[in-house]
């Protein structure tokens, strides 16, 4: 006989197959991830739909780009308590005693672009906008908007623009707006990005 936790974790995994098929656009599944596992992502931003993956108190922005591998963790065992066993500050594991262990909050900013195997650890409390994390990376400290970090730890390789263009792109505010909005900016702005956008024949 099929035991109810495994039934619902079967409909739960069915759910978010179906809610997933448009995970760039569908609302549906940005309100079950925040109300149910305190994962919130705004629209277009995708892969970070995976509560084995991320835990809660993380937001992403807009239009960020997460890998399948990334793991992002809001808190840790803890140092100075007797035992560092999550026996000790997880109440569903039946210990009757247990000292709470908050998760941290982290944000995440829009279009932030983490490679495979990148890993966020609780130290993290901001992740600028624009910025690329490179595959492989164990990130220790907040990353600045625009920086290109790599490396375990993480450090700053390069940023990916000048000021200015930081700026221009900055004052656009392009993250804000639907992709048909983009489509009619990219038309009649083409100054405002930093390459001219190539149109598919």
Known sequence: MLRIPYISHLIHRLRVKILSRNQFTSQSLRDYFAKNYGIVAGLYTYGCFDESRFRPGVTFGRYCSIAESVHIFTRNHPMNAISMHPMMYEPSLGLEETIPLPF????????????????????????????????????????????????????????????ETIARIENSRWWEMPVEQLKELFKTHPDIFPFPMKRQR
């Open 104 to 163: 941290c909050q982290l944000t995440v900013e829009d279009d932030v672009w983490m490679g495979h195997n990148v890993t966020i650890l609780p130290s993290v409390k901001f992740i600028g906008r624009g910025s690329a994390i490179g595959a492989g990376s164990i990130v220790t400290h907040d990353v600045p908007p625009y920086a290109i970090v790599a490396g375990n730890p993480a450090r700053l390789i390069k940023m990916r623009f000048d000021e």
